[in-house]
Structure formats: structure tokens, C-alpha cells
């Protein structure tokens, strides 16, 4: 079993920065592609951001290109959301997750593509 724990949530204002943190208590974390997703109220989950395995390719929402940066630190066993130029529409719980497989040249991008998630995080950008 793989447990991933979100960190840096909370309360921002509209062109604000914030920075998620998700560790991951997988040994071989270098083995795992890691994603974020987010979930508005009342609202289904969406696809935020991914990082392949090898870190070789990263993938973004159309709506958080150029604002939001993925990341990853093999020897902390840790993923990173570096979120900038944040609005309104951002607000929502931001949940981390983890998928295996040897991506090359792509990586996952839908939900069911992942098999372990954290708890989740709310953020909040207010206008």
C-alpha cells in the first residue's frame, strides 16, 4: 500500500501564490507517476497536473497552463504544485495521487489511470 499525505492548503487572495506539497511513503517512489486533481464544490474531479516517472514529461489542464507548476523530489519521496497568478476558480480540495507504470513520452491523465490518492487539501482563493 502507498500513503500520500497533501500539505499547503488554505485560504489565498485572487493573483496569490501557493505551494502544495504531497509526500509519498513508497520506497521506490522513482517508480511512481505522480498527478494532482481537483475537486470544486459540487463539481466532478478534474485533471490539474501530472509528472511521468522518469520526469521526462509533465502535463497540465488548459485552465492552469502557464500559472501552475509540477515537480518532484525522487530523493524525498515528494510531489510539489507550485500554484501562481491563483483565481477564484481555483478554489476546490486539490488531491494528490500516484500511478504505476513505465510512461514514455506521456503520462496519465484521467482518474481511473491512478491507483493511489491522499485525502486531500482545501484551497481557497478568494477574489
Known amino acids: 500500500q502507498v500513503y500520500l499525505v497533501e500539505s499547503g492548503g488554505g485560504l489565498v487572495q485572487a493573483g496569490g501564490s501557493q505551494r502544495l506539497s504531497c509526500a509519498v511513503s513508497?520506497?521506490?517512489?522513482?517508480?511512481?507517476?505522480m498527478g494532482w486533481f481537483r475537486q470544486a464544490p459540487g463539481k466532478d474531479r478534474d485533471f490539474v497536473a501530472a509528472?511521468?516517472?522518469?520526469?521526462?514529461?509533465?502535463g497540465y489542464a488548459d485552465s492552469v497552463r502557464g500559472r501552475f507548476t509540477i515537480s518532484r523530489d525522487n530523493d524525498k519521496n515528494m510531489a510539489y504544485l507550485q500554484m501562481d497568478s491563483l483565481e477564484p476558480e481555483d478554489t476546490g480540495v486539490y488531491y494528490c495521487a500516484a500511478a504505476l507504470g513505465l510512461y514514455k513520452g506521456s503520462y496519465p491523465r484521467h482518474g481511473d489511470q491512478y491507483t493511489f490518492w491522499g485525502q486531500g487539501t482545501q484551497v481557497t482563493v478568494s477574489s
Open positions: 513508497e520506497l521506490n517512489f522513482s517508480r511512481l507517476n
Open positions: 509528472i511521468n516517472w522518469s520526469e521526462s514529461n509533465t
